[in-house]
């Protein structure tokens, strides 16, 4: 019997077996701001993949994944303060990065930007999600997540429709985030460099690989469990 069907969505496959985002990524599936969709539509949509097969290797793959002894988390019975202290753990590390891999794509720009015109572009959209992610994680850390705390100890309608109104403005950031994103997937040829590349071109394009990763993991973890816990 599987255990992930067409029935399923993007996000609720995540949400189980979290190395399935990597397959996810890798056909342009999205599992965090539109993730609910279940897979039959998403199959219905996109023609040219091969749901059976997507499924098959997802299903096989996770099955392997528990014989290995890996343990499932349950994320709904997780609090959400141990939730957000994994969130910021884990994917609030950016005050740090954000800045170190701007030098990179700074210099790649000024070094090869005249051989490769792309480069100017992705500075630019990599300087509007590096203002856009540290807005965001300002927002959150300041104001989002110690609201949900807060009413961990105290449930009161008031906080709860403060916490609503922040999840609504934190999804719509996520969602320009993602299209960010997106635009720089698509501008480093999903982060494959130049075959004339050198080491400090190979470096930013891992590098810009890996944010997206994280940011995609850091999205699917609060849209899909974190604020659906204040769903009225």
């Not at 067409?6 to 397959?23: C, G, I, M, Q, T």
């Not at 965001?136 to 104001?143: A, C, L, Q, T």
């Not at 040829?189 to 470096?203: K, L, M, V």
Request: hydrophobic share 35%; net charge negative.
């Amino acid at each position: 019997m599987l255990t992930f069907t067409y029935d399923h969505s993007p996000a609720e496959v995540v949400k189980l077996f979290p190395r399935a985002s990597d397959l996810f990524k890798s056909h342009k599936i999205d599992f965090c701001c539109g993730g609910d969709t279940p897979l039959r539509d998403v199959f219905i949509k996109r023609e040219s993949l091969d749901g059976d097969e997507i499924l098959r290797i997802i299903n096989d793959a996770y099955k392997q994944w528990k014989e290995n002894g890996n343990a499932v988390v349950d994320w709904d019975s997780i609090s959400n303060t141990q939730l957000i202290d994994h969130i910021m753990e884990h994917h609030h590390y950016l005050d740090e990065e954000l800045p170190a891999l701007g030098q990179f794509v700074t210099k790649i720009f000024r070094v090869h930007g005249n051989q490769h015109p792309h480069l100017k572009e992705l500075y630019s959209v990599y300087n509007e999600l590096k203002a856009e992610l540290e807005s965001h994680i300002i927002e959150e850390e300041n104001e989002l997540f110690p609201l949900i705390k807060e009413y961990e100890i105290a449930q009161t309608p008031t906080t709860f429709a403060k916490i609503q109104e922040l999840n609504k403005d934190m999804e719509k950031e996520h969602v320009a985030a993602g299209e960010l994103l997106s635009q720089i997937n698509n501008l480093t040829n999903g982060f494959e460099p130049p075959i004339d590349a050198c080491n400090s071109y190979r470096i930013t394009y891992a590098r810009l690989k890996e944010l997206e990763s994280n940011t995609f993991q850091h999205i699917h973890l609060e849209n899909n469990i974190l604020f659906k816990k204040f769903v009225s």
